[in-house]
């Protein structure tokens, strides 16, 4: 699944300009989301205990928060 969000860094972080409806579906399902977002790249999103969202576009945090496609599951069979 592949979705779009259109953020845009400020000073205080990245604020959310399109796409707020289909990333809280998205956060409905996972604490934390990785989607693409023009100008940008890929960025993790993640809903904090208190409700909060807190992003970031460091490749790292990207990496270890990315989930497999789905159809692309690897079998031992």
Same mark, same amino acid.
């Given at each position: 699944?592949?979705? +779009?969000?259109? @953020?845009? +860094?400020?000073? !205080? ?9 289909? &990333? %809280?579906?998205? &956060?409905?399902?996972? %604490?934390?989301?990785? @989607? ?11 809903? &904090?205990? %208190? ?8 490749? +790292?945090? @990207?990496?270890? /928060?990315?989930?497999?496609? &789905?159809?692309?599951?690897? !079998? /031992?069979?």
């Amino acid at each position: 699944m592949s979705v +779009e969000i259109i @953020v845009r +860094e400020t000073k !205080t972080g990245l604020e959310i300009i399109s796409g707020r409806r289909r &990333l %809280d579906a998205l &956060l409905a399902l996972r %604490d934390e989301v990785v @989607v693409m977002s023009p100008g940008i790249g890929e960025v993790v999103i993640a809903r &904090l205990p %208190d409700g909060r969202l807190q992003a970031s576009a460091n490749p +790292e945090h @990207v990496a270890l /928060f990315r989930q497999p496609e &789905l159809g692309t599951k690897k !079998t /031992f069979a």
